[in-house]
């Protein structure tokens, strides 16, 4: 199977059409050609500086426009960091994510973001870092630290975005990911469902990712969590309409994987209210990543013995710490 980069809105609204059946299925045999089958790369994410972000995205409880509670944090300690990874590893993690409530990081900040990834790295753990927007010099000073991954969500369709987030643009989100690229870090991009868009814009959002040059190597798919104090929280937490469908949540994640066969597509923010019979369904849709733990960054998380007990049931089991590099290492070697 080619890897496309030319997807058009209709073809993929075509896919979003599909029987459910017949998505699953398309979704599932893509998925068994490019990836180990009953496999899941458990992931946990670390809030490593919380709240105080000066952005507006109307979605999250970090930013100062929010009034969710959350109180401003400076950046953690780089001992306390690597604790917590080490706490992770022993948990059964393979991927450390970290997530800092910037804008963009300062250049005094760097030095001791660059200690991070490299002391976590020496556990022998993928690192991935979500630090707001980046400069080239930047992104380059996290490759040279051996960064496995860089997360920097486009959120939803271009058309929507100016009304989720109005203190920068989509092309902006796009520069730093292509700073990203250049630098030769893996790139993680994403979005969140469930905000109130259609499925015109659930459309709009895979066709910016599955037409980039290069498609990302990671692609979470997060559900809206409603919290409180925050734009989206206030407008959409007593509108039970509002949230997203359970099985409009696994057709975007088939049509992503269909979209875009070789990335880890991984079922992020909203799993701890997912049945798991809708997340089994997301597995079978091609989803092979999820994120482990009590939390993420501000929000609850299933915790690590449930998911455990919950693989264990669906005969899934934890992927070894070089798989998740399959797909970028498969992609280079087709070009």
Same mark, same amino acid.
């Given at each position: ?17 599909? #029987? ?20 899941? +790369? ?8 919380? *709240? ?26 780089? +001992?306390? @960091? ?22 963009? #990081? ?31 010099? +930047? ?6 630290? *051996? ?19 109005? %203190?920068? %643009? ?27 868009? %259609?499925?015109?814009?659930?459309? *709009? ?8 040059? +290069?498609?990302?190597?990671?692609? #979470?798919?997060?559900?809206?969590? #409603?919290?409180?104090? %925050? ?15 359970? $099985?409009?949540?696994?057709?975007? $994640?088939? @049509? ?8 880890? @597509? ?19 849709? *091609?989803?092979?990543? $999820? ?45």
């Amino acid at each position: 199977m080619t890897v496309r980069t030319d997807w058009t809105r209709e073809q993929i609204a075509a896919l979003f059409d599909l #029987p459910f059946d017949e998505l699953v299925y398309q979704a599932a045999t893509v998925h068994r050609a490019h990836h180990a089958v009953g496999e899941i +790369q458990l992931c946990t994410l670390l809030s490593i500086k919380t *709240g105080g972000c000066p952005e507006d995205c109307g979605y999250c409880s970090q930013s100062v426009k929010a009034d969710s509670g959350v109180e401003a944090t400076k950046l953690m300690d780089v +001992q306390a @960091v690597l604790q917590k990874a080490a706490q992770a590893a022993d948990a059964g993690s393979r991927r450390f994510c970290m997530g800092a409530a910037w804008r963009n #990081p300062k250049d005094r900040d760097m030095p001791a973001i660059v200690e991070i990834v490299k002391g976590v790295r020496d556990m022998g753990m993928e690192t991935c870092m979500t630090l707001g927007m980046l400069t080239p010099k +930047q992104a380059g000073m996290l490759a040279e630290a *051996g960064l496995d991954y860089y997360n920097h969500n486009i959120d939803t369709s271009p058309e929507r975005y100016n009304e989720i987030i109005t %203190t920068r %643009t989509m092309e902006d989100r796009l520069e730093t990911l292509d700073h990203v690229r250049k630098a030769g870090i893996n790139v993680c991009s994403g979005g969140i469902v469930g905000m109130g868009e %259609t499925r015109a814009d659930r459309v *709009g959002f895979v066709h910016t990712l599955a037409t980039l040059e +290069q498609h990302p190597e990671s692609v #979470p798919v997060n559900a809206l969590v #409603p919290v409180k104090g %925050t734009v989206l929280g206030d407008m959409l937490a007593d509108t039970p309409l509002a949230k997203i469908d359970d $099985i409009e949540f696994v057709r975007t $994640i088939a @049509v992503a994987r269909i979209t875009m066969p070789m990335s880890m @597509v991984r079922l992020s923010a909203g799993r701890e209210s997912m049945s798991e019979a809708t997340q089994a369904l997301c597995f079978m849709a *091609g989803a092979n990543s $999820i994120f482990t733990g009590d939390k993420l960054l501000t929000a609850a998380n299933a915790g690590d013995d449930k998911d455990a007990a919950m693989l264990a049931k669906l005969g899934l089991v934890p992927m070894e710490a070089e798989e998740p590099l399959r797909a970028c290492k498969a992609l280079e070697a087709a070009e």
